[in-house]
């Protein structure tokens, strides 16, 4: 039996099991564990509870419910997830629909966005989701679950036909809708073994059924799973890079999961590579605007996951070693350069020893793709999304240029990468790949990594990339913006500043958290304005904290892409008020930062000038060191005065603060909302 | 309109923040730092202490010029960033000039340029109708905030001001001593004293 305490790490533990699950056939069959419950991180999940689920790409974590816990014997730990929209994400389908601020919409139907499997550590948090359905078989919240809620929903958002539905469906995703509404507060015992026998039929086979034929009505969903993606993409350069992480996460989905089920089971592999499929489904269709190309594209990857299935397991058993160095290593090609994406395909081909057919399905996916990107990016109500990524293209040409020139660690902040280069390579490599599938590829590859990444790599990646992929999305440090400041690091700030302030493009923000960090503040402003700006924390010295916080405000400058956009927010924050969650309002103006100059007086250390005159050479330039003032010198003295006014000026800062805390206080209160 | 930014607390971004609180503990926030100093003069001073891993001067945008700098030494431990604090606050020390000391504090998170986001922050803003009750309360906000701002200004510029008449009277104290002594020295120097001494007849000793 598996041991509830083996995890590896220390705030994990499963908590009961729930029966073993097959999955695979014949000789190929594997055993999974499954659970109805574990501790991570110190909170209990249980099976329907509500979670966030991180993602990359959003500064929101996406909302889910588990429906699925289970280990794998390779000790991956996995989740099914099955997921709850926000209005924002679906805001095109809700159309004048009233929503309220905290609402939620459960996924049902069948389609791409219903739900997911996730590595376990993508969980983020519990979330406390209340469903307010009048339904019978919903037990009625109480007003104390309303209050603490952190969200509600009593609707339901089709992803197959992508409406609202204000029912709930009988099943969703296999899962019976009253495992769906609210928890009678403590199971009863009885319930579980019931929902088990529920869960292996359900999981099996009804799943299954259901969602292969998922191809024709996928794409509505996935068309908006990719606004939002857009949306995000805009919103810094390198999260571009994320969005294919943010597909990962997200569109895992079911879709992955029902190839598997439908051919009957397989290798572990071969549900990774699945997953990797349709993943690849997921992405291209991101980059989709219309349906019916959607459709095309869909039956030809529906096509290639089945080919894939069956020809995988053979490999699989043949030499494994072989494929997984193989695959990793076109992983690699095909993350860092689409363009390389034909050849690293037929080089799979080789290994495996399949047909010509895939290159030509790809060949045809990179077609759409420079179709697509003709195209201007998304819908109308991603407005300023659209536009912003035209701009960054252009930026992102100029970067690239400079960037080409190689090193590695640039090809991360190259990420960028810009559109319009790889829609060259990518015509063109895959000219080549037809012409010439096997020739030299690893000059080329070579060759071709140090351009670094594309975004929103197509139809990426093949199978085994799972493990790295897994490794991605539980290496939750990473988050974007990391790499963004890595890589603004070859333009210092006060530089950015200085041109800023010429184009009229900084902003100064006051108000606040002091505890806010930059990123934070960009955030805010993305949100608030629908503007990206690089934002920088004023850093706080003595003189702005003093020992009483609450009169200091924090500070920031914002740099803005362009003059009106800086102009419109200072004149947003000067008509309108924003108010942030401190319980100030953000105050903006046209940033005037002053620049330390070359040579300021400083007051207080003194130097009698006929001493330095005679000082000796070598004394003059010797770094001058530090001492301590001994008490029997005039310098002591001297120092003790100095000492002296810094405590005075010490104490008027605090008074000063604190009757400005005071002034605030009273202001504060007279507040209706908190 | 309403938002919400979440920032959530996966173990790794917990066990990210929990080391950069580890470092604002074994970081020293140094101030009254003449602008002429710079990261090597720092770091010799205050290597007598422990070893100083890092030291980045907090850039001034907002106040005067002639302000003075200030500076945060990341230690190797908490260990030694204590005793350099115990040092500097029981005698004042000296670096690169003299008689006005620096000044040593714990270093505070807010004071960091780059830091992690705190896991678990929960960031809310939305913008207030015009009808809000609170709009009017927002705006007596803004108003108040910038009233600050400029108390905040003047405050400074008259620490600024006595700053300087303190540096002018210290000055005026030294040069009034100097010249007291190169005076002594200079009738030593010239045999005044001596004779003078023979005049009024006094011992004067030899040194």
């Not at chain 1, 994320?242 to 895992?252: C, E, F, I, T």
């Not at chain 1, 699945?274 to 019916?292: P, W």
């Not at chain 1, 490999?315 to 076109?330: D, L």
């Not at chain 1, 010439?436 to 690893?442: A, E, F, R, T």
Request: hydrophobic share 35%.
């Amino acid at each position: 039996m598996v041991e509830a305490d083996r995890a590896e790490d220390l705030g994990f533990k499963w908590g009961k099991t729930k029966g073993r699950g097959k999955k695979g056939v014949g000789e190929k069959q594997k055993i999974v564990q499954f659970y109805q419950s574990f501790i991570y991180d110190g909170m209990e999940y249980g099976l329907y509870d509500c979670v966030y689920m991180y993602n990359e790409v959003e500064p929101e974590p996406y909302i889910g419910k588990l429906v699925k816990i289970w280990e794998n014997p390779d000790k991956t730990k996995k989740v099914k997830v099955l997921w709850f929209f926000r209005p924002r994400e679906i805001a095109y389908y809700l159309g004048a629909e009233d929503t309220a601020e905290n609402e939620l919409f459960l996924a049902s139907g069948e389609g791409v966005g219903l739900a997911n499997i996730n590595p376990l550590e993508a969980i983020a948090g519990k979330c406390n989701v209340v469903c307010t359905s009048k339904d019978s078989r919903n037990p009625q919240p109480s007003d104390e679950d309303l209050r603490t809620a952190d969200f509600i929903f009593y609707r339901a958002f089709d992803v197959g036909h992508c409406k609202i539905l204000d029912k709930m469906e009988e099943k969703v995703a296999g899962i019976e809708a009253k495992l769906l509404f609210n928890k009678v507060d403590v199971q009863k015992p009885d319930v579980l073994p019931k929902l088990d026998s529920d869960w292996k039929e359900v999981g099996g086979n009804a799943l299954a059924s259901k969602e292969t034929e998922v191809p024709p009505k996928q794409n509505p969903s996935n068309e908006h799973i990719s606004l939002k993606i857009n949306g995000v993409s805009t919103d810094g350069l390198q999260r571009e890079n994320a969005d294919s992480n943010a597909s990962l996460a997200k569109q895992r989905s079911s879709l992955g999961e029902n190839p598997a089920s439908s051919l009957g089971g397989e290798l572990d592999e071969t549900t990774k590579m699945n997953d990797r499929m349709e993943n690849i489904s997921g992405d291209s269709i991101n980059l989709e605007s219309k349906i019916e190309e959607n459709l095309d594209l869909k039956a030809s990857y529906i096509n290639k996951q089945k080919s894939s299935l069956s020809e995988h397991p053979i490999s699989s058993i043949g030499g494994k070693s072989e494929i997984s160095n193989t695959n990793s290593r076109q992983e690699n090609i095909s993350r860092d350069k689409t363009a390389l994406r034909p050849e690293a395909a037929v080089k799979e081909e080789g290994q495996v020893g399949n047909n010509i057919f895939r290159i030509e399905e790809k060949l045809k996916s990179a077609h759409d793709h420079c179709e697509l990107e003709d195209r201007p990016s998304k819908k109308a109500k991603f407005d300023s999304s659209v536009k912003v990524p035209g701009e960054k293209n252009e930026s992102s040409v100029k970067k690239l240029t400079v960037d080409l020139d190689g090193k590695d660690a640039k090809a991360l902040a190259a990420v960028t990468a810009s559109e319009v280069k790889s829609r060259l390579e990518l015509a063109k490599d895959s000219q080549g790949a037809e012409k010439d599938p096997s020739k030299k590829l690893k000059p080329d590859e070579k060759s071709k990594l140090s351009y670094g990444k594309l975004p929103q790599a197509s139809p990426r990646q093949y199978p085994d990339e799972d493990k790295k992929i897994d490794h991605k999305v539980m290496d939750i440090t990473r988050r974007p913006d990391a790499d963004k400041s890595r890589w603004f690091r070859a333009f210092p700030w006060e530089d950015r500043m200085k041109s800023a302030i010429e184009q009229g493009t900084l902003v100064l923000l006051q108000n606040l958290d002091p505890a806010y960090t930059s990123a934070e503040v960009e955030d805010i402003v993305w949100h608030a304005f629908k503007e990206s700006c690089r934002a920088k924390m004023i850093q706080q010295t003595s003189i702005s904290s003093p020992h009483c916080v609450i009169g200091f405000v924090g500070q920031a400058f914002a740099i803005f892409k362009t003059r009106e956009a800086a102009d419109m927010v200072v004149k947003k924050l000067t008509k309108g008020c924003l108010l942030i969650s401190n319980g100030r309002p953000l105050v903006g103006s046209i940033g005037s930062p002053c620049f330390p100059e070359k040579n300021p007086t400083f007051f207080g250390h003194l130097v009698i000038d006929k001493l330095r005159h005679q000082m000796p050479r070598e004394m003059r330039e010797a770094v001058s060191t530090s001492h301590c003032s001994q008490p029997n010198t005039i310098e002591y003295d001297m120092a003790m005065e100095w000492c002296l006014l810094q405590e005075r000026s010490d104490l008027s800062w605090k008074k000063l603060y604190k009757q400005q805390g005071e002034e605030l206080r009273k202001l504060k209160s007279s507040l209706k909302s908190k | 309109m309403i938002f919400f930014l979440f920032y959530m607390g996966s173990s790794a971004a917990q066990a990210d923040y929990a080391a950069f609180l580890e470092k604002v503990k074994r970081t020293i926030y140094l101030d009254h730092l003449s602008p002429q100093v710079t990261e090597p003069v720092v770091r010799t001073a205050l290597n007598q202490f422990g070893a100083v891993k890092n030291v980045q001067f907090i850039p001034n945008y907002m106040g005067p010029r002639n302000i003075a700098e200030c500076a945060l030494v990341e230690m190797e431990n908490v260990r030694q960033a204590k005793a350099v604090l115990s040092e500097i606050c029981q005698f004042p020390f000296m670096i690169s000039g003299m008689p006005r000391p620096v000044r040593a504090r714990p270093a505070q998170v807010e004071m960091f340029d780059e830091r992690p986001i705190k896991p678990g922050r929960r960031i809310q803003c939305r913008w207030l109708e015009e009808n809000d009750p609170d709009f009017e309360v927002a705006r007596k906000m803004k108003r108040l905030t910038n009233k600050h701002a400029a108390e905040a200004a003047f405050l400074q510029k008259q620490q600024l001001q006595e700053e300087e008449k303190l540096a002018k009277q210290q000055l005026d104290t030294l040069k009034g001593n100097y010249k007291k002594y190169e005076m002594v020295d200079s009738i030593m120097a010239d045999g005044t004293a001596r004779r003078l001494a023979r005049h009024y007849n006094l011992r004067v000793a030899e040194d």
